[in-house]
């Protein structure tokens, strides 16, 4: 650890005397690493760079918390020097949001209303939307991303390219909750009875029942958006810790209640709605207040956490004390880690930190036989099959995680985006294929088909200067005419890597320099950036497509290495023409990126959207489409879910991907820990 | 889809066709070297990776697929890797196709000249050509034309070129190859050569295999073979082959293309080109081996009219809609893809399917001309005709046809007897017209010195040769034939009854006609809702009964079958009667034409078609597949004969002995 703050001062003093170029770079690099502290950044924005002898003090000091609080400093003086760098013109665009800034209110944990800072019918905060403004221009609101408050001048010729939209056509939301539209909940009174005497949180307020019955699947949110209320949990339970769990669960098989577990309600997989059979009172059980870390282990580098915790507060609760546990799943804003262990969840820097199976050290779970964990820390038993695989990926279905012991690392010195250009998406995967073979693969590495590429494009802010402009120009005909790629057929890889400065640069270049073997140019980091603050706006942006007819998903898959380019062509072929056959009158959005890649194979990400003008019942058309999508993968050799999960939407297909006798052992579980259907919400199986 | 059409069988005969344009009459007014130089820009598969004929090559060497037989061949064989590798690349030199523009530029003129000498016209569906083009920029295509003529390829390529399309590559047998010039011509316009049995050959079937997908992957060219195998040497549809069917539906199964278009292509001949040949083949005269002095012989074809000719381009058919529901493509999961596999048995049940569904759409888009009508009616009274009866006879079957499906291609606007006339003179060498009464021209003995023998040969060659031509519209009256020949022999009018024996006639001729396996139910249905519409016949709940009206055309159904009854009851004779314990599988059809042979001469037979090698082959693989004969292998291979059960057979097709139930049951 020590090393390691050293190298940040020895980083530290190269930049503030190395020239322009690198102090920019070495902004970018801290920026990312930082954002997470942007609210005490904010607060010492103002003070001078602070001196190498108070480095000293704190370098000596164990106080991990006065480390950090030296670690921002450092960062904060090379923030400061940014208005320097952007007067000399050079500096690209601003830095893109792919984790939310902070704000004052973020640093109080999840509220048990939720829906007074969340949308209600839709993804994320109330306050960041993107909407058209009166000249037709799209800008992003609020004051949580760096793409907050920007103009995106760019986004409305490719909507209206992409999709044959029109802003004069729009299909707005329904603005409030019809609460009349709720169902009275069914209420256990017993069972509310004596859970009152223990003093357990609860609530049966319809908003709070509704904002708990779905996940954020298309059809979920299209029939919010329309004041459509289905079948909703009868209350809500709000534990505060691991006995309040076992209570709760405890009545419940005493009442025989319906228990489903709800962490950060970020599903793509129909998870969490509530089964239509289901006659019991359905208790959704809300994890958001088991959100402390109980204790970090520095000398095995384990946390003990909450499972009820998200992702974001995780990670700046250890990163206050000088840690990550690099798990950053796309939607790490809002899931919990308890979500993560019950989908088999996999994080973007997975090559670094390895996915949630690999994190977890030891997991607490309050099942109705009781608590399953393990009775010691060790890193790999040789114990019968590990029961911890029974309880990753059982979705809500055994029982509630209540506590999970989780690998954690110190936080990396040195973080650099960067991008690839290639010829064609082969060579692209080509290129992400060898990397795979000579295991260098950088904390993250994707590759985005030509489609997608575009899209990114259109999420660029506008820019302040003509100079960067004339670049950007530059640039792109350095690439299409120099270089002779056809900006039709064009895609880009993005890359993140993480670890000491020399280690990183070392590994750039290895990774560049296969790159170039397969025709890829070196793109810039800015380019890598944008690439992944797409994936963080892309919900926000399908809230954008569905007031203007347009509705959309993704999914995903993992696929053997030499199935990749046949599997993305023909899935991407397929959608087009189900598309077509069903009526879509504008060819559909259709692409997808490589986004993990593995020893064996890749995992791959499909965005999938259309222009549903003129369909009567666009839903239907949309989960044929995706169906047959999901039929195409398993077809080419994919596999049923890389780290979305099963849940009911994909469950049709278990049994052909784990085999008659593998669903019989699933069962044989569930039906030993949960034989009166306590945890009913009735994924997987 | 094209390939949903493919499976709802009935209400076929109300399909509309497209009309035809005759594509010589441009040919006959403007310059044919002009044509053959003009500036040709087909259209191309989106898809298409651009590649060279000789890169091919490279690519298919290097493929994992051949790599990995490569290995296995030489650690099986022992011998080194390069010596194995050396052998592939010889073996791809002998297939390889080198198609260059500059030769196909050379048959678009020399074939402009020929064609125009040889047929009145050549016609095409031009919105078949418009659905192509369509079909050949979406997904790899592949052409399946029917086979009756050497024309036939010449004719894909030429048509192809005409129209601005991709020139195709043409997978040819080996015999070609011996034809010194000739073959290396056609090696250029596109023929690949393939040897006709490589049965164990795995090397081979590797470099082939890999050639035709790595052509087929990369959208090289529309890949052309015939479904048949070989040409039709009766006209009658031979029962499909599925090895290269697999192989090019392989890469879809797989993953590696997102779809194949099919496109069956119909080409019939008013008259064929090899009619004669035909008949000498198949009475036991060996073909001419193909070489090039024997095609400059064969030059005088040039001086005779052939009549019109007809090219359908039926719709394209996709793979992926086809093996809908039908193939499981994950059981490719499991196994790397260059790894060769065997098709799985329900692949091998799909293929054969969709083979034989392919081959009736052949048959469905064949143009029959009028004389196709009157062969029928000649074939069926050895006595002939007056020309008077002949015309209202024809007058009556042409109506027949048309309500049963046929695609007849009738003069419109012209009197009956006229079209008649003109067919009567366009076959002239088949006929005796005298004092106004037709007859086939069996009777002219030619020289006086000819044994008895020699005039049944030659009489057998003029009904062998029109057989060809009423072969062609057989499959029009085949269901409804087998439903008439079934009411009469079952001897009831049970529906139970006379569907058994429907059931046991279609297997029977199972090798003869193009009968899909597996879809007994469905072709009785047909036969029924067929004759049923035609007034022929009603089908009560239980019970089939004739109409009132309905003799004549039961009976004219029967007698389509006749020879073929006549000709599986003499080979079932034979082989109780003649066959001794030793008979070999090489001895079968000489002994069996000579036990013919002998019953015409003696004036117990009368049907000279049961002379043909080809119906006596087709009889014995259906007593083979009835298990009534077993093939032994010792020294050579010998037919073990139950005798019984033959004997039975042949009283049943003979309709001696009402057909019963247990003898069923086994079939």
Same mark, same amino acid.
Request: with cysteine; glycine share 6%; hydrophobic share 40%.
């Given at each position: ?62 106080? +991990? ?21 952007? +007067? ?9 949001? *792919? ?140 534990? +505060? ?78 990163? *206050? ?9 796309? +939607? ?118 030509? *489609? ?234 | ?119 009145? @016209? ?15 920029? $979406? ?92 040409? @039709? ?56 081996? $193909? ?12 001086? $005779? ?117 003109? @067919? ?28 008895? $023998? ?37 001897? @009831? ?12 006639? &279609? ?96 004036? &117990? ?63």
């Amino acid at each position: 650890m020590i090393y390691e703050y050293i190298s940040v001062k020895v980083f530290c003093i190269i930049t503030s005397r190395a020239g322009r170029e690198e102090r920019r770079s070495a902004v970018r690099v801290t920026r990312r690493v930082c954002n997470l502290y942007l609210t005490s950044l904010h607060e010492q924005r103002c003070r001078p760079l602070t001196s190498d002898s108070k480095h000293g003090s704190s370098m000596a000091s164990n106080s +991990s918390s006065s480390n950090a609080q030296h670690r921002l400093r450092i960062i904060s003086g090379h923030l400061q020097k940014r208005p320097e760098d952007e +007067s000399t013109g050079i500096t690209a665009q601003e830095c893109k949001a *792919e984790t939310p800034k902070s704000t004052p209110s973020r640093l109080t944990p999840v509220p048990k209303r939720r829906q007074e800072i969340m949308k209600w019918n839709g993804w994320g905060y109330s306050d960041s939307r993107f909407f058209f403004n009166k000249i037709g221009q799209a800008e992003f609101t609020g004051k949580r991303y760096r793409l907050s408050g920007l103009i995106l001048p760019s986004l409305k010729d490719w909507f209206e390219g992409t999709f044959g939209a029109n802003l004069q056509h729009k299909s707005p939301a329904t603005p409030t909750l019809n609460l009349s539209a709720v169902a009275p909940p069914n209420l256990n009174e017993p069972f509310i009875e004596e859970l009152k005497a223990v003093g357990v949180a609860m609530s049966h307020d319809p908003e709070d029942r509704v904002f708990r019955a779905h996940g954020h699947c298309l059809h979920e949110i299209f029939a919010l958006r329309e004041g459509r209320i289905g079948r909703v949990p009868d209350m809500v339970v709000w534990p +505060s810790c691991h006995k309040d769990v076992e209570k709760i669960v405890e009545l419940a098989c005493k009442h025989n209640t319906c228990l489903i577990p709800y962490g950060g309600g970020t599903s793509v997989s129909s998870a969490l709605e509530c089964p239509h059979e289901e006659t019991r009172s359905i208790v959704s059980l809300d994890t958001s207040q088991m959100n402390r870390i109980l204790w970090i282990d520095e000398k095995n580098l384990t946390a003990h956490v909450e499972a009820g915790i998200i992702g974001q507060d995780l990670e700046r609760q250890l990163n *206050e004390s000088g840690y990550c546990t690099g798990h950053e799943p796309d +939607s790490m804003e809002f899931s919990s880690l308890g979500g993560w262990v019950a989908t088999r969840a996999s994080g973007m820097k997975k090559n670094i930190y390895g996915n949630i199976e690999d994190l977890v050290v030891h997991i607490k779970m309050v099942t109705p036989r009781g608590v399953i964990e393990k009775s010691c820390l060790g890193p790999r038993m040789s114990t019968g099959p590990d029961i911890h695989h029974f309880i990753l990926g059982s979705e809500g279905t055994l029982g509630v995680v209540t506590e999970v012991t989780m690998k954690i690392r110190p936080i990396p010195e040195y973080q650099k985006y960067g991008s690839v250009v290639f010829p064609n998406f082969q060579q692209g995967v080509a290129c992400l294929r060898e990397v795979a073979r000579q295991r260098c693969a950088p904390a993250s590495i994707r590759l985005m088909d030509n *489609e997608q590429f575009q899209f990114g494009h259109a999420l660029k802010p506008q820019v302040s200067s003509i100079f960067t402009s004339f670049l950007d120009g530059l640039k792109k005909f350095y690439i299409t005419k120099f270089k002779g790629f056809d900006p039709h057929h064009l895609c880009v890889a993005t890359l993140l890597f993480e670890g000491d400065r020399g280690k990183v640069l070392q590994h750039e270049k290895q990774v560049y320099d296969i790159a170039a073997k397969f025709g890829g140019l070196a793109a810039g980091e800015d380019n890598g950036q944008r690439g992944y603050m797409l994936t963080f706006v892309i919900a926000y942006l399908r809230d954008l497509g569905m007031d203007y007819y347009v509705i959309g998903e993704s999914f995903e898959t993992s696929v053997p290495w030499d199935r990749v380019l046949d599997l993305c062509r023909n899935v991407k072929e397929r959608i087009v023409l189900e598309c077509k056959e069903r009526g879509v009158q504008f060819p559909p959005l259709s692409t997808c990126r490589v986004t993990q890649t593995y020893d064996a194979g890749a995992c791959v990400y499909f965005y999938f959207a259309f222009n549903y003008r003129g369909l009567s019942d666009p839903v239907h058309v949309y989960e044929q489409v995706e169906h047959a999508a999901r039929e195409e993968i398993l077809a080419n050799g994919g596999s049923l879910s890389h780290h979305h999960g099963v849940g009911k939407l994909r469950k049709e297909w278990m049994k052909e991907s784990v085999s008659v006798v593998g669903l019989g052992m699933l069962k044989s579980v569930k039906e030993y820990i949960d034989p009166k259907n306590i945890f009913g919400n009735r994924n997987l199986l | 889809m094209a390939s949903r059409a493919l499976y709802s069988s009935s209400h076929r005969m109300l399909k509309k066709r497209d009309d035809f344009k005759d594509t010589l009459e441009e040919r006959r007014s403007s310059s044919d070297l002009r044509y053959a130089l003009r500036c040709y820009t087909p259209t191309l598969y989106k898809g298409l990776v651009p590649c060279k004929a000789s890169m091919l090559k490279t690519i298919v060497l290097q493929s994992d697929h051949l790599q990995y037989v490569i290995k296995q061949v030489s650690s099986e064989a022992g011998d080194s890797i390069e010596s194995v590798t050396e052998e592939a690349s010889l073996i791809l030199d002998e297939m390889a196709h080198r198609l260059q523009l500059s030769t196909i530029r050379f048959f678009a003129f020399t074939l402009s000249k020929a064609f125009k000498r040889l047929f009145r @016209s050549v016609c095409v569906n031009e919105e078949g050509i418009q659905r192509l083009q369509q079909a050949v920029h $979406e997904h790899p295509v592949i052409l399946l034309p029917s086979h009756r003529s050497y024309m036939d390829f010449l004719m894909m390529s030429y048509l192809l070129y005409m129209y601005d399309l991709p020139l195709p590559v043409i997978a040819a047998g080996m015999d070609f190859m011996s034809m010194k010039f000739i073959g290396e011509m056609l090696r250029m316009s596109g023929a690949f050569f393939i040897r006709r049995s490589f049965g164990g050959d795995k090397l081979y079937w590797a470099v082939f295999s890999e050639y035709v997908k790595t052509m087929l992957r990369n959208g090289y060219a529309p890949i052309e073979f015939f479904l048949e195998g070989t040409r @039709s040497r009766t006209c009658k549809s031979l029962a499909p082959k599925t090895g290269l069917l697999n192989i090019v539906m392989e890469p879809f199964f797989k993953g590696e293309l997102f779809d194949v278009n099919l496109v069956p292509v119909s080409i019939s001949y008013e008259r064929i080109l090899e009619e004669s040949l035909y008949a000498r083949e198949l009475l036991g005269v060996p073909k001419p081996k $193909e070489s090039t002095s024997g095609l400059l012989k064969a030059r005088r074809v040039l001086s $005779e009219d052939y009549g019109s000719m007809h090219v359908y381009f039926g719709h394209p058919v996709s793979v992926r809609s086809l093996a809908e529901g039908k193939i499981n493509r994950s059981q490719y999961n499991l196994l790397s893809r260059h790894i060769p596999q065997k098709p799985s048995t329900d692949t091998q049940r799909f293929l054969t399917d969709a083979a034989f569904r392919l081959v009736r759409i052949q048959e469905e888009n064949m143009v029959l001309k009028p004389w196709v009508l009157i062969a029928t009616l000649l074939l069926q009274n050895p006595d002939g005709l007056d020309l008077c009866s002949l015309t209202e006879q024809t007058d009556w079957l042409r109506h027949l046809a048309l309500s049963l499906g046929a695609f007849l291609d009738w003069p419109d606007h012209e009197a009956c007897s006229e079209v008649i006339n003109c @067919s009567l003179a366009l076959h002239r060498h088949l006929l005796s017209v005298s004092g106004g009464h037709v007859q086939l021209n069996v009777t002219e003995t030619p020289k006086v010195e000819t044994t008895p $023998e020699e005039a049944v040969f030659h009489r057998a060659v003029v009904v062998l040769s029109c057989a060809t031509y009423r072969n062609q519209i057989l499959h029009v009256f085949l269901r409804p034939a087998l439903l008439a020949v079934a009411m009469q022999s079952a001897n @009831s009018r049970r529906k139970d009854d006379i569907y058994n024996c429907f059931i046991f006639l &279609r297997n029977m001729f199972s090798n003869e006609f193009i009968l899909c396996p597996g879809d007994s139910a469905q072709d009785f249905e047909e036969a029924c809702y067929l004759l049923v519409k035609r007034g022929v016949l009603q089908v009560l709940e239980h019970e089939i009964v004739m109409s009132v009206s309905g003799h004549s055309a039961l009976a004219f159904l029967c007698a389509v079958l006749d020879p073929f009854l006549q000709g599986y009851q003499v080979v079932c004779r034979f082989l109780c009667e003649e066959a001794n314990e030793n008979l070999t599988e090489k001895e079968f059809i000489p002994a069996v034409r000579t036990f013919a042979l002998k019953l015409i001469l003696a004036g &117990r037979l009368k049907c000279y078609e049961v002379l043909s090698s080809d119906l006596q082959k087709n009889a014995l693989a259906a007593l083979l597949k009835l298990k009534f004969v077993r093939k032994v292998k010792e020294d050579q291979v010998t037919l073990k004969v139950n005798k019984t059960a033959v004997n039975t057979l042949e009283d049943m097709l003979g309709g001696k002995i009402p057909t019963q139930k247990p003898v069923l049951a086994r079939l």
